[in-house]
Every structure is written in structure tokens, then in C-alpha cells.
């Protein structure tokens, strides 16, 4: 079938035994839809218009849905949908921008950013209840963290100039903290919920510095340095203070 209208508007209409089914309308503003059924369940349909925008949509009797959508401005959507409950989602920008998104049933959702300047940024999640990040930036900078449903955090940053940093966080309380420069200096401290704390410091030139304080009252400090030279100092709640110096050479104190 075929018909014309002085509008402008032309309508086209076909059916074939096999039944599949096509339909075809244009309009005078520039506006053109198709539409085709087969009797498999399948569906596709596609809309044109003026403005340059494009969409797109298939239908299959598995349950899948794809769909897109592109505009003049240089903006592309896409979505996908299964009957397993997987969905997954792209939207790309002229602007250099990249988006994408993945759920599935079992609860897993993923995320993925990317920018023309270089910037990626993922997201996972579960539904377990653990979440993880990551972003990268094109300085070289790196940062990540992961968080579980038990209450454990940790989180890592790394940057160009060789600088690295770590921490994580234990339900219990406990602390831990690290930090590398690329000096060749090293940081670590751990703190307990039993108010206990610990700390250590090494530097490249070969000085290690110690300190523990715990809830009770007691500091003990450490120092020794590449000149073969060791100090320790220990103060107790009782108030007593001991100390010791000890040098390779061969000078000793107390």
C-alpha cells in the first residue's frame, strides 16, 4: 500500500505471507519513520529527522532490547537490556567523553568515565555491599579505594613524583598508615583500638626513628643514625625515665 497526501507526507505500508510486516512514513519537515515486524518477534524501528538526530530501536522475542540514539551535535547514546537483567548503557560526547554502565541482576553494578584530557574513573559495586574506585589523571596520579561490608577501608594514592600513600581502616579500630617519597623516605604508623600506637621513620641518609605508646601510660623511643650512633629513652606512668646512648666508638652512657 502507498499513499500520498499534499501535506507532503507519504505513507508506505507492506505485508508479506511470511509476516513480516514494513511500515514507512516521510514527512515534508524531513522527518522519516520505519518500522519492520517479522514473525520471529522481532521489532526494529527507526526515526530520522531534520535536525540530524538518528534513533534506533530492535525488539527480539529472548527479551534483548538494544537502543540507540545519535544527534548532530556528535552525542551517542546506546542501551542494551536482556531478559537475564543484564543492562548496559554508552553515551559518547564530542567533547572526547566517554560514559558506560553495566548492572546485573545478581546486583553488580559497573561504572567507567572517560574525558579527552586523559581522567579515567571506574566504580564497581556488589551487593555484598563492597565498593571499589579507581581514577587516574593524566599528571600520572593514581587513587583507589575499596571498602567492604565488614567495615575494612583502604585507599592508595600514588603520584608522578614517585610520592605513595596507603591507609587502611579495620571495624576493630586498627589503623594503619604508609607513606614512600621518592626522597627514599619511609612512614609508617599503626594505631590500635586498645590505644596502642606505634610509629616508624626511615630516611635515605640511613636514620631510623621508632616511637610505641601504649594506653597504659608507657613511651618508648628509638633513634639510630648511620653514624653507628643509638638512642633509647623509655617513660613509664610510675614516672620513671630510662635512657641509653650508645655510639660504634665505644662510648656508652645510661
Same mark, same amino acid.
Not at 4 to 24: A, D, N
Not at 196 to 221: A, I, K, T, V
Given at each position: 500500500?502507498? /499513499?500520498?497526501? =499534499?501535506?507532503?507526507?507519504?505513507?508506505?505500508?507492506?505485508?508479506?505471507?511470511?509476516?513480516?510486516?514494513?511500515?514507512?512514513?516521510?514527512?515534508?519537515?524531513?522527518?522519516?519513520?520505519?518500522?519492520?515486524?517479522?514473525?520471529?518477534?522481532?521489532?526494529?524501528?527507526?526515526?530520522?529527522?531534520?535536525?540530524?538526530?538518528? $534513533?534506533?530501536?530492535?525488539?527480539?522475542?529472548?527479551?534483548?532490547?538494544?537502543?540507540? /540514539?545519535?544527534?548532530?551535535?556528535?552525542?551517542? $547514546?546506546?542501551?542494551?537490556?536482556?531478559?537475564?537483567? =543484564?543492562? %548496559?548503557?554508552?553515551?559518547?560526547?564530542?567533547?572526547?567523553?566517554?560514559?558506560?554502565?553495566? @548492572?546485573?541482576?545478581?546486583?553488580?553494578?559497573?561504572?567507567?568515565?572517560?574525558?579527552?584530557?586523559?581522567?579515567?574513573?571506574?566504580?564497581? @559495586?556488589?551487593?555484598?555491599?563492597?565498593? $571499589?574506585?579507581?581514577?587516574?589523571?593524566?599528571?600520572?596520579?593514581? %587513587?583507589?579505594?575499596?571498602?567492604?561490608?565488614?567495615?575494612?577501608?583502604?585507599?592508595?594514592?600514588?603520584?608522578?613524583?614517585?610520592?605513595?600513600?596507603?591507609?587502611?581502616?579495620r571495624p576493630s579500630g586498627r589503623l594503619q598508615m604508609l607513606e614512600f617519597r621518592p626522597s627514599?623516605?619511609?612512614?609508617?604508623?599503626? @594505631?590500635?583500638?586498645?590505644?596502642?600506637?606505634?610509629? *616508624?621513620?626511615?630516611?635515605?641518609?640511613?636514620?631510623?626513628?621508632?616511637?610505641?605508646?601504649?594506653?597504659?601510660?608507657?613511651?618508648?623511643?628509638?633513634? @639510630?643514625?648511620?653514624?653507628?650512633? *643509638?638512642?633509647?629513652?623509655?617513660?613509664?606512668?610510675?614516672?620513671?625515665? %630510662?635512657?641509653?646512648?650508645?655510639?660504634?666508638?665505644g662510648a656508652f652512657r645510661y
Open positions: 500500500m502507498l /499513499e500520498f497526501r =499534499r501535506s507532503g507526507r507519504l505513507q508506505m505500508l507492506e505485508f508479506r505471507r511470511s509476516g513480516r510486516l514494513q511500515m514507512l512514513e516521510f514527512r515534508r519537515s524531513g522527518r522519516l519513520q520505519m518500522l519492520e515486524f517479522r514473525r520471529s518477534g522481532r521489532l526494529q524501528m527507526l526515526e530520522f529527522r531534520r535536525s540530524g538526530r538518528l $534513533q534506533m530501536l530492535e525488539f527480539r522475542r529472548s527479551g534483548r532490547l538494544q537502543m540507540l /540514539e545519535f544527534r548532530r551535535s556528535g552525542r551517542l $547514546q546506546m542501551l542494551e537490556f536482556r531478559r537475564s537483567g =543484564r543492562l %548496559q548503557m554508552l553515551e559518547f560526547r564530542r567533547s572526547g567523553r566517554l560514559q558506560m554502565l553495566e @548492572f546485573r541482576r545478581s546486583g553488580r553494578l559497573q561504572m567507567l568515565e572517560f574525558r579527552r584530557s586523559g581522567r579515567l574513573q571506574m566504580l564497581e @559495586f556488589r551487593r555484598s555491599g563492597r565498593l $571499589q574506585m579507581l581514577e587516574f589523571r593524566p599528571s600520572g596520579r593514581l %587513587q583507589m579505594l575499596e571498602f567492604r561490608p565488614s567495615g575494612r577501608l583502604q585507599m592508595l594514592e600514588f603520584r608522578p613524583s614517585g610520592r605513595l600513600q596507603m591507609l587502611e581502616f627514599g623516605r619511609l612512614q609508617m604508623l599503626e @594505631f590500635r583500638p586498645s590505644g596502642r600506637l606505634q610509629m *616508624l621513620e626511615f630516611r635515605p641518609s640511613g636514620r631510623l626513628q621508632m616511637l610505641e605508646f601504649r594506653p597504659s601510660g608507657r613511651l618508648q623511643m628509638l633513634e @639510630f643514625r648511620p653514624s653507628g650512633r *643509638l638512642q633509647m629513652l623509655e617513660f613509664r606512668p610510675s614516672g620513671r625515665l %630510662q635512657g641509653l646512648w650508645f655510639s660504634f666508638s
